[in-house]
């Protein structure tokens, strides 16, 4: 089994930027349903230890 190299810090970090900026250039019905479906298991009481 071959491992997989891991990427340098600076791979990293963009990887992280590119990440970030995806996420911020969502649409506003992305962002409300991502808040939504996150946070619907903690407003109603679940873990992941209870299903």
């Known amino acids: 089994m071959i491992m997989p190299i891991a990427p340098t810090p600076?791979?990293?970090?963009s990887r992280a930027v590119d990440e970030g900026e995806?996420?911020?250039?969502?649409s506003m019905i992305e962002l409300l349903s991502t808040g939504f479906?996150?946070?619907f298991p903690i407003i109603s009481g679940w873990?992941?230890?209870e299903l």
């Open 22 to 26: 995806r996420r911020l250039d969502q």
């Open 37 to 39: 479906i996150a946070g």
């Open 47 to 49: 873990s992941r230890w």
């Open 10 to 13: 600076k791979e990293a970090f």
